[in-house]
């Protein structure tokens, strides 16, 4: 009996760490579908596509014509709207979703016109963030690729935000206090020097009992992108 107590419990905590292993940092796309007098356009169906895995998902317009994908892997999707009777088809391509954004497409107004007739619209680069008050930085996959880093460090890279200060540590000579962890000397919009959270992929990767040192640093080219969350941040 002891045995197989001892066996249901090493079960179970293989299957614990299984899921701590498989958390994963996800984004939310969202907007809302109107007719061209700016009215709510409802039951319509909205499809997405990730440009990466080709996995589809579908979703359909509440009453007041809003859709929401939540649980997005981190990519680059198309959306299209598949109109009913009376509007022109919609499509609109390259929208990037990155970690812990929640992007707002805004207004979507179809146009009049026959199911046989579409418009297309390229998602622009920069979008405006209006979805929620949080305030972060994204550093994406280009800067991590076209940035030289001294050491190839991923804290170097938190010296492109705003409102980031890391001291000597990556200028010339550096800082012999803090050179072997860059997160040590980390300040935030002038906040405490242990006053910062560092996680992978959702998971908490520090030293709670100095706030000054992380686990382990992943390798830059493990690295997709990279976000700052610096004040309002969101519920998760």
């Known amino acids: 009996m002891q045995v197989k107590r001892i066996a249901q419990a090493l079960c179970a905590m293989v ?8 958390q994963t940092i996800t984004g939310t796309l969202l907007g809302t579908i109107t007719d061209p ?35 997005l892997e981190p990519a680059r999707y198309d959306l299209s709207i598949k109109a009913a009777a009376g509007f022109k088809s919609y ?20 146009a009049l016109g ?26 994406d996959s280009s800067q991590i ?11 170097a890279m938190l010296t492109t935000v705003p409102g980031v200060y890391l001291g000597n540590t990556y200028l010339t ?36 009992g100095s706030n000054q040192t992380v686990h382990f640093e992943p390798t830059m080219d493990s690295i997709a992108e990279m976000r700052v969350l610096t004040s309002n941040y969101s519920a998760e």
């Open 173 to 208: 000579g550096g800082d012999a206090s803090s050179e072997s962890n860059g997160i040590s000397p980390l300040t935030i919009n002038g906040g405490g020097e242990t006053t910062s959270n560092f996680t992978v992929d959702g998971v908490t990767d520090e030293d709670f």
């Open 15 to 22: 299957l614990l760490c299984g899921c701590l292993y498989s």
């Open 91 to 110: 499509s609109q391509t390259s929208i990037d979703v990155t970690a812990n954004e929640t992007r707002d497409l805004g207004q979507i107004r179809l």
């Open 37 to 71: 007098g700016g009215a709510s356009v409802p039951n319509m169906q909205v499809e997405i596509k990730n440009l990466t895995s080709s996995a589809v998902r579908t979703t359909i317009t509440g009453p007041e014509g809003i859709f929401r994908f939540n649980s």
């Open 114 to 139: 026959a199911l046989t007739e579409q418009i297309s619209v390229t998602a622009a680069a920069t979008p405006v963030q209006t979805a929620s008050s949080e305030n972060s930085k994204l550093i």
């Open 145 to 155: 690729v076209d940035l030289t880093l001294k050491g190839r460090d991923l804290f």
